[in-house]
């Protein structure tokens, strides 16, 4: 039994003629009987009565009808949903995001909605490592990680580098001299407050190198999951930080931003999807970003 054939029983149902349902459907009459009879050979009863005064449904096939239109119902949904997914106006997108992206990714969803308002998205806060494990389990469909992945990442990726940014000291201000900028050799033996490891692996690596080559490993006092709670226990007075310069337009009063001139003090951030994925919802999503780039301002390689 098919979704053709469960038609023809509701359009025989509705039109109680034969003929005229045959015509309906734009089949032979023939054919229409050999349809019906097919049905009540699976089902193991009989649909129609059939008898001079006309044709009329059993009670099993009024009862039975109810549940054919429900099918039938769902089959067009299903068919409809599938033809607004192939062309990128409905479906679902799993996104793994970091501090890094925190304003970004938010807002480039907020696009995708207003561009596909049927869209499914899960947002999920990770780091890279976890987001590279969750991309290769399928467990997400488009992450944002640090560039270079890692070479034992285990599959082929396509990348769209979308922000550039560079480690910065970040200090109280300082009140007797606020227009000095100081150098992460000039604190050596100051505490830090950083983001911690389990946070972000990469960064928090990076940042170590950057003191390393300063010839100092900095005197950690805190580790915290989050930049605005690093911004906000640096303004206290608790220590110095290293964070992305790019917190600097939202650090708020009390806290001061130097930049590091060193090289590798730069790094960017890329989404990364894999290689020949057919969802239809990360093209969407990727034009969503590059919009909120443009408008933004981001400083984007």
């Given at each position: 039994m098919d979704i053709h054939e469960l038609r023809s029983f509701v359009v025989l149902a509705e039109q109680l003629h034969f003929g005229r349902a045959a015509r309906v459907l734009h089949l032979s009459q023939p054919a229409l009987t050999k349809q019906i009879r097919k049905m009540e050979e699976e089902l193991g009863t009989e649909l129609f009565d059939r008898g001079r005064h006309g044709t009329r449904l059993t009670a099993f096939g009024e009862t039975w009808l109810g549940q054919a239109r429900r099918v039938i119902a769902s089959f067009e949904q299903l068919l409809e949903s599938g033809r607004k997914m192939a062309v990128g106006r409905a479906g679902r997108l799993r996104i793994?995001?970091?501090?890094?992206?925190?304003?970004?990714?938010?807002?480039?969803?907020?696009?995708?909605?207003?561009?596909v308002p049927s869209v499914e998205i899960l947002l999920r806060d990770m780091s890279s490592a976890e987001q590279a494990e969750a991309l290769r389990e399928g467990e997400i469909d488009i992450a944002f990680m640090r560039m270079p992945l890692p070479s034992g990442i285990g599959f082929q990726t396509q990348a769209m580098p979308v922000v550039k940014d560079r480690l910065a000291l970040v200090t109280p201000r300082l009140p007797h001299e606020p227009g000095r900028k100081l150098r992460l050799a000039d604190c050596s033996k100051s505490p830090f407050v950083v983001i911690a490891?389990?946070?972000?692996?990469?960064?928090?690596?990076?940042?170590?190198?950057?003191?390393?080559?300063?010839?100092?490993?900095?005197?950690?006092?805190?580790?915290?999951?989050?930049?605005?709670?690093?911004?906000?226990?640096?303004?206290?007075?608790?220590g110095y930080s290293i964070l992305p310069e790019s917190i600097g337009s939202h650090s708020g009063a009390g806290v001061q931003i130097h930049r590091i001139h060193d090289l590798k003090s730069i790094w960017t951030v890329s989404a990364v999807w894999h290689k020949g994925d057919s969802n239809p919802m990360i093209a969407v999503f990727l034009k969503m970003l590059k919009k909120v780039i443009q408008d933004g301002k981001m400083e984007v390689v």
């Amino acid at each position: 039994m098919d979704i053709h054939e469960l038609r023809s029983f509701v359009v025989l149902a509705e039109q109680l003629h034969f003929g005229r349902a045959a015509r309906v459907l734009h089949l032979s009459q023939p054919a229409l009987t050999k349809q019906i009879r097919k049905m009540e050979e699976e089902l193991g009863t009989e649909l129609f009565d059939r008898g001079r005064h006309g044709t009329r449904l059993t009670a099993f096939g009024e009862t039975w009808l109810g549940q054919a239109r429900r099918v039938i119902a769902s089959f067009e949904q299903l068919l409809e949903s599938g033809r607004k997914m192939a062309v990128g106006r409905a479906g679902r997108l799993r996104i793994g995001f970091g501090f890094t992206t925190l304003d970004l990714v938010p807002r480039a969803v907020v696009r995708l909605r207003e561009a596909v308002p049927s869209v499914e998205i899960l947002l999920r806060d990770m780091s890279s490592a976890e987001q590279a494990e969750a991309l290769r389990e399928g467990e997400i469909d488009i992450a944002f990680m640090r560039m270079p992945l890692p070479s034992g990442i285990g599959f082929q990726t396509q990348a769209m580098p979308v922000v550039k940014d560079r480690l910065a000291l970040v200090t109280p201000r300082l009140p007797h001299e606020p227009g000095r900028k100081l150098r992460l050799a000039d604190c050596s033996k100051s505490p830090f407050v950083v983001i911690a490891k389990s946070r972000s692996p990469g960064f928090f690596n990076h940042m170590l190198s950057l003191c390393a080559a300063q010839g100092f490993h900095p005197r950690i006092v805190q580790e915290v999951l989050e930049t605005a709670t690093a911004v906000a226990m640096v303004r206290a007075g608790m220590g110095y930080s290293i964070l992305p310069e790019s917190i600097g337009s939202h650090s708020g009063a009390g806290v001061q931003i130097h930049r590091i001139h060193d090289l590798k003090s730069i790094w960017t951030v890329s989404a990364v999807w894999h290689k020949g994925d057919s969802n239809p919802m990360i093209a969407v999503f990727l034009k969503m970003l590059k919009k909120v780039i443009q408008d933004g301002k981001m400083e984007v390689v």
